[in-house]
């Protein structure tokens, strides 16, 4: 019974789900090969817009680590026409917010605005995607900005260092993947002007950026603007891609680092994952759903509540850079736990990975399986009342899968996923023979581990 | 296109039009005989509804030797009611594409829900069964508290949570306020009486507010559903605050030493006023001016000039009864001295030299513009609609927001400059390692040293 019912079930929730809502967009190319989406919405005065370039961490070459996110820390230093300060001073003396971000696959940067500011936002993103200043001065200075920001946000945190720098190195084969996101200081200190020079020319062109404009505009008039802007930036030629492949075999791996700041232990659980966009990825991301997705998953009520090992946790498709949203291959669905120091960081193990074990063998019953698709629906839903991250994912779907009407119809791939094909994906992807593991214990980085640090 | 692009000067920023007026949406307001009040806000824009019930409740209302009180009656009130197990509630919350769970802050206790629009019934019904029945059970109770200790001496592991501890200690004194955590045996003392206790003095329809916002059904059957689940609960007198008195302002240098901290976490801070303060706006204005934002002073000349710190910023936290004025930086141990004293310089400077004409437009336009920035999304809308009844604001407070904010002059600022921003009756906490950045600190006086442990 339950085979035959189960596609006309999910035929009903899949239709009800495309009735729901729409994001309404248009998508053109300019002349120079940039890649343009409008998706008006005039309901609050608010518009966002999103520009999302083809190159990141995994673009940077061996002695520069870092260099993505050194650059895009440059980026906020002037242009040809906007001098140091003006980009900050022009978005936030109008109430906007901005900012950018590095990313294994791409780098973004979004101004929010009130709307009636459109045009200042696009007049700064085309200054500087025209011309940068790139100066000594603003290198050097932006060198220490970074340094200090890995001191804070790394550094001097808990976790932070094991999870940067460490957890990819023992995750991947390939430098390209397996080198620290935010560098080494020695390499940050090597970065010179000429490199900044060149990656600008090569990645920050025209064809290889995507530009969403969301929220309170009108289409006609900000085609206008955005022809005028940007029509007239020379495209280069297209950015050779760096090799990320990974070997085919796959052997597991495990570490241990004794973390200075923690005071809680915690693990890290990691399995290489499928292809973006495969039938295995929209099943690994139910399976997700159903280990870790909110105060009914499996891990919250059967290791924080039941066992109560785990104390804190949170998993990705893409962790811990990315989420199934902007996951690329190779990258691995990963969990971290944070957990009770009662219990050895392998016995939870041994419970993480027995839970994944039970959905192994015996798939999932029709009643959890709809709630986790529920669930799903509904935070996905609550996040497109955002303007940003509407703009945020109709360009990270053009960019990572160029079709950006995933948006409104990727929710139906991830309700049709069956029980069957969680199990197998399960089965697949996440055994003790393909898993690697990352202990981390509290304790003086250079003292032996179970020596507690103060 | 050609020709429209000629006509345009790309060397300057456009011109661009003044900042539309935003309308708030439309509040439609109902209340219950047992004195539960309700707002209604319709926003069609995606099928989901968006739930909050707050009480003036929180944790200045713990007792002294139960820090975190609040709190744990929070984190529990949806684990277990008469009529669910904790499993159960989180089965049919996530069931209607839901999340239920509360909060205490420092002045109130919220309880927070959101579902797809189809299901606002059952979110009332679920919110009802957990705020009139929760049982607090035994079982979940020790669950609860192993689980908190553990997260607390996860949090104790970061600076920032030994900066904040210590600066509400030393701002707020004596008053509740000034406890920002609870301490690992304060979590081993709760006990279910206790919380019981907590929940029927704190949460009553009478001080209650409902709000339900997002694609509702009608009005009058929106209140029908509210009036069946809420509208047996006996109202009760509200319980009395504590006094709002706060030690006078004065200088003081805290070292909290943290070994192998790589940087210093640097934090000044002072009494201030709450939103229905006179002084609230310009003071607003003032830490703007000072901190807020990348093209602030602090930012422009820690950051961007000498390149001291990530960042570095103020804030004003507003609660009911009183506010925090802090400014925050982390630095590299190297440069403490010179950045304390950049920071100490900003602070003496803003009373000196008040804001030029464009500073201040700037800062308006500013706060004016990410007020209505934060008005996007249904759950933000509903946390400002909770803030202004429970802070107990003018109930056109957020119509009349940007222009009180526009309405600030340079003298004004000027004027709450000297009164609250001043370095001379600050209260300095360094979060650091002694060892690196004692001497440094020696040339601001004596520190009072305390473990971060």
């Not at chain 1, 959905?359 to 996040?383: C, D, M, P, Y």
Request: a neutral charge; glycine letters at 6%.
């Amino acid at each position: 019974m339950k085979t035959v019912l189960l596609p006309a079930l999910v035929f009903c929730v899949t239709k009800v789900m495309s009735a729901d809502f729409r994001i309404a967009f248009e998508k053109y190319t300019l002349d120079n090969g940039m890649r343009v989406i409008l998706a008006p919405d005039r309901s609050v005065p608010v518009v966002s817009i999103y520009l999302i370039y083809g190159v990141g961490a995994r673009s940077e070459e061996r002695g520069r680590t870092g260099f993505a996110h050194l650059f895009e820390h440059m980026m906020f230093q002037g242009s040809a026409n906007a001098p140091k300060g003006l980009h900050f001073k022009l978005v936030e003396s109008n109430g906007g917010t901005l900012n950018g971000s590095t990313h294994p696959d791409y780098t973004d940067y979004y101004e929010v605005l009130p709307s009636n500011k459109l045009a200042a936002g696009l007049w700064l993103e085309a200054d500087r995607m025209r011309g940068l200043a790139i100066t000594e001065e603003n290198l050097a200075n932006q060198k220490e900005a970074v340094k200090q920001e890995r001191r804070l946000s790394f550094d001097n945190q808990p976790y932070a260092t094991a999870i940067v720098d460490h957890w990819p190195q023992l995750a991947f084969r390939n430098w390209s993947n397996s080198h620290s996101l935010i560098g080494s200081f020695e390499d940050l200190e090597a970065a010179t002007v000429e490199d900044v020079a060149r990656f600008f020319k090569t990645y920050y062109a025209p064809n290889n950026a995507v530009l969403v404009l969301a929220g309170d505009l009108d289409t006609a008039e900000a085609k206008k603007l955005v022809g005028t802007y940007f029509g007239d930036i020379p495209p280069q030629p297209p950015p050779k891609h760096p090799d990320l492949s990974e070997p085919a075999t796959i052997e597991a791996r495990s570490a241990t680092y004794a973390d200075p700041h923690a005071q809680v232990p915690a693990v890290v659980i990691g399995y290489p994952g499928p292809p973006r966009r495969s039938a295995d990825y929209y099943a690994l991301a139910m399976l997700d759903v159903l280990l870790t997705g909110g105060e009914s998953s499996r891990f919250q009520q059967n290791l924080v509540k039941g066992k109560q090992s785990v104390v804190q946790f949170e998993a990705n498709l893409g962790w811990p850079f990315a989420s199934a949203s902007d996951y690329k291959e190779p990258g691995h669905y990963a969990i971290f736990l944070l957990h009770n120091p009662k219990f050895a960081g392998r016995d939870v193990v041994d419970q993480a990975q027995a839970e994944i074990d039970a959905i192994r063998k015996e798939g999932v019953g029709e009643a959890e399986l709809n709630r986790a698709r529920t669930f799903l629906r509904a935070s996905r839903i609550h996040q497109l009342q955002s303007s940003l991250r509407r703009a945020m994912l109709l360009g990270q779907y053009e960019l990572l899968d160029g079709n950006p009407d995933l948006i409104n119809t990727e929710l139906q791939e991830f309700l049709k996923v069956t029980s069957e094909q969680i199990r197998a994906a399960a089965a697949k992807y996440c055994t003790p023979e393909r898993r690697f593991t990352l202990e981390i214990v509290p304790g003086k980085a250079e003292t032996a581990r179970g020596e507690r640090g103060k | 296109m050609m020709t429209f692009s000629q006509v345009i000067d790309r060397s300057r920023p456009p011109e661009t039009p003044s900042l539309p007026t935003f309308r708030m949406p439309n509040v439609y307001e109902a209340e219950l005989r047992n004195g539960l009040k309700i707002l209604l806000v319709e926003d069609r824009r995606l099928p989901v509804v968006t739930l909050r019930l707050g009480f003036p409740a929180g944790s200045k209302f713990d007792p002294p030797e139960l820090p975190g009180l609040a709190e744990a009656a929070a984190a529990l009130l949806t684990q277990g009611t008469k009529a669910r197990t904790s499993r159960q509630i989180a089965e049919e919350a996530a069931a209607i594409g839901g999340t239920l769970e509360a909060q205490a802050g420092a002045d109130s206790l919220v309880l927070r829900g959101n579902a797809l629009a189809e299901n606002l019934a059952k979110l009332l019904e679920l919110a009802a069964d957990v705020t009139l029945h929760a049982t607090f059970p035994e079982e979940e109770i020790g669950i609860y508290k192993a689980k908190r200790k553990q997260e607390l001496l996860a949090e104790r592991s970061q600076a920032a949570y030994w900066a904040e501890e210590k600066l509400a200690e030393t701002v707020f004194g004596p008053h509740p306020y000034a406890r920002l955590n609870p301490t690992l045996e304060s979590i081993e003392r709760v006990e279910r009486k206790a919380l019981a206790a907590y929940r029927d003095r704190m949460l009553a329809p009478n001080t209650g507010v409902l709000i339900v916002l997002g694609a509702l059904p009608g009005r009058d059957q929106v209140v029908k559903l509210v009036a069946d689940r809420f509208g047996n609960w006996e109202p009760r007198e509200a319980v009395r605050p504590p006094e709002a008195k706060f030690p006078k302002p004065q200088r003081s240098l805290k070292l909290v030493d943290r070994a192998g901290s790589v940087q210093a976490d640097i934090r000044v801070g002072r009494l201030a006023v709450n939103r229905n303060d006179p002084d609230y706006f310009p003071l607003l204005v003032a830490s703007t001016v000072l901190g807020g934002g990348a093209s602030s002073r602090l930012f422009m000349h820690i950051r961007e000039q000498k390149g001291f710190a990530y960042d570095a910023h103020s804030m004003l936290q507003p609660r009911k009864d009183a506010g925090l004025f802090s400014v925050v930086t982390q630095v590299r141990n190297e440069v403490v001295e010179p950045a304390l004293e950049a920071v100490l310089e900003e602070m003496e400077r803003i009373a000196k030299e008040p804001p030029t004409a464009e500073e201040l437009a700037d800062v308006k336009n500013y706060l004016s513009g990410i007020f209505v920035l934060g008005l996007e999304t249904q759950s933000a809308l509903a946390n400002q609609l909770m803030m202004v009844r429970l802070m107990e604001l003018p109930q056109n407070y957020l119509e009349q927001y940007t222009a009180r904010v526009q309405a600030v002059t340079a003298e004004q600022v000027r004027s709450v400059a000297q009164k609250y921003i001043r370095p001379a009756d600050a209260s300095l906490v360094i979060v650091g390692d002694a060892s690196r950045i004692l001497k440094a600190l020696e040339t601001f006086g004596k520190p009072v040293i305390v473990k971060a442990e």
